[in-house]
């Protein structure tokens, strides 16, 4: 829900500018992999803030516990096993919304407002504007929104927008144990990220790395991974993230372009009529004929 | 069949003919401004016409339904009128005299004229697409059947397709307005026999062969 109403840097389906006077800082979110120890205190906190409970699964071998992002469960703890450096290592990855830059979303939203862009960065849905057509779900290139069952409504990570606008961090930050996740403004993430890689290279994750996409225009939640060279380790994060070109196509040039064209082919219509004008019959020769 | 024919006007459609052409006509153009209102904000005010914005992504897809069952009669009962001839190519080679409302030489039309034909062919396409692109996005009953690319290809199809279609649909209301005495057919379900001389020929002569006794 929009607290910060006066920084709102895009709007889904919105031509003309949206109240963007109030300039905040870039925040983002740092999820250090390397640090994290799976004990999914981020996703209890996550349904605690938001007051969302999820059902109760059953095991189908893994830890990963729902199976999948729902509408209930926004942030979801994500196992891997894998053999990296010849030894057995549990890959554990927080996911949920990354908080484009250019969100494919927000492109592929039909509805006014129903997906907003702050100026701090961060991505947020709109629900009572959303109409349920699932648009934003292949606009995204990270598969996050999830259709409610419920309501027909799409719901995602917030990245705690009701809390950072009043100066809180995100509710996952302040329930995590290890600082495996930590919360502050774009620039200051990407220097204690670079500090964190620096120290995992001397111990020998030479690829660690942080994972900020540029396809995306660069994310508002990073990972550090001590294998950034192969991020699709981690349950398919994806390489090199981009929207797809698909919808890049359709919600980019040929919006406009079929619109202006529909509304030129009824111009040249009326145009030909006042020009050349209408076919008419003579009905007098059917008088003669019989 | 039972026609009739007086002798001013002859039979174009029957009763049964015209309802299914408006049935089509009256979804076709719930469908262009339901989705035209989520294909362009500029249009998105169109989604008050069908109780709101929620309701228009509801029911888009059954009036698609409709449309695709209704067009499929209509089709069917039409198809073997709109097979291009070579008449038909030379027509549309004039397609520049025709637009121009200069009629003279231009070889003997049939039922239907090569933009009638081209345009019925054009329907066939895209509504089958229509249909077909439509069902991989419909949320929230089919779409999660599909991998998301093929959900991203086919929004990108049925927008394409609905653009084609539109286009075609403004051109052929257009023509009924051009050319005077044609709305009548699918009316009243009559035409002239000056507009059938005129327009038509060949069907003309078709038709009012058994009056000849």
């Not at chain 2, 419909?138 to 690319?149: N, S, V």
Request: glycine content about 8%; aromatic content about 10%; charged content about 20%.
């Amino acid at each position: 829900m929009a607290l910060q109403s006066l920084d709102i840097v895009r709007r889904s389906a919105t031509t003309t500018p949206s109240p963007q006077q109030r300039q905040t800082t870039e925040v983002a979110k740092l999820i250090d992999v390397t640090k994290c120890i799976g004990c999914k205190a981020c996703q209890s906190a996550c349904m605690e803030w938001n007051d969302l409970r999820e059902e109760v699964g059953i095991n189908e071998g893994s830890y990963t516990n729902p199976h999948d992002l729902t509408a209930n469960s926004w942030t979801l703890m994500r196992f891997a096993e894998t053999e990296e450096n010849g030894t057995l290592e549990w890959l554990i990855r927080k996911d949920g919304c990354m908080h484009c830059a250019d969100p494919g979303c927000l492109k592929a939203c039909p509805s006014p407002g129903a997906i907003i862009q702050y100026a701090n960065g961060i991505v947020d849905f709109h629900e009572e504007n959303c109409i349920g057509c699932g648009y934003c779900i292949a606009g995204c290139p990270f598969d996050i929104p999830r259709l409610s069952e419920k309501d027909s409504k799409v719901y995602k990570c917030t990245l705690c927008s009701d809390r950072v606008a009043v100066g809180l961090e995100p509710a996952c930050i302040k329930a995590c144990p290890t600082q495996a996740l930590v919360f502050g403004s774009k620039e200051d993430m990407i220097e204690h990220a670079n500090e964190r890689i620096a120290d995992l290279k001397e111990r020998g994750f030479e690829n660690a790395g942080l994972y900020d996409p540029p396809g995306v225009g660069g994310t508002h939640v990073m990972y550090v991974l001590h294998h950034a060279d192969k991020p699709e380790l981690y349950n398919d994060l994806p390489k090199d993230p981009v929207i797809s070109p698909t919808v890049g196509l359709w919600k980019g040039i040929f919006k406009p372009l079929a619109t202006a064209a529909i509304f030129f082919t009824a111009l040249a219509g009326f145009f030909h009529y006042v020009t050349v004008g209408p076919n008419e019959t003579e009905e007098e020769d059917e008088e003669k004929k019989p | 069949m039972t026609t009739r024919h007086s002798p001013r006007s002859i039979d174009r459609y029957s009763p049964s003919e015209r309802l299914n052409h408006w049935i089509t006509a009256i979804t076709f153009l719930m469908l262009a401004f339901s989705g035209l209102a989520l294909f362009h904000p500029s249009m998105f005010w169109f989604t008050q016409v069908f109780g709101g914005p929620t309701w228009t992504r509801i029911l888009h897809p059954y009036i698609g339904v409709v449309m695709f069952v209704s067009f499929s009669l209509l089709a069917f009962k039409f198809w073997r009128h709109n097979f291009l001839t070579r008449n038909d190519i030379v027509w549309l080679r004039r397609i520049g005299d025709v637009v121009r409302n200069r009629e003279e030489g231009l070889p003997e039309v049939d039922r239907y004229n090569a933009g009638q034909k081209l345009l019925f062919w054009t329907m066939i396409g895209t509504i089958s697409l229509l249909l077909l692109t439509g069902i991989v996005i419909w949320r929230p009953w089919f779409a999660h059947y599909f991998p998301i690319d093929i959900v991203r290809l086919a929004l990108l199809l049925h927008a394409v397709c609905a653009f084609v279609i539109i286009c075609g649909i403004i051109v052929h209301i257009y023509a009924a307005i051009w050319i005077k005495g044609t709305l009548g057919a699918m009316v009243r379900g009559t035409v002239t026999r000056a507009w059938a001389r005129k327009h038509h020929p060949g069907w003309y002569k078709q038709v009012t062969e058994g009056e000849k006794h």
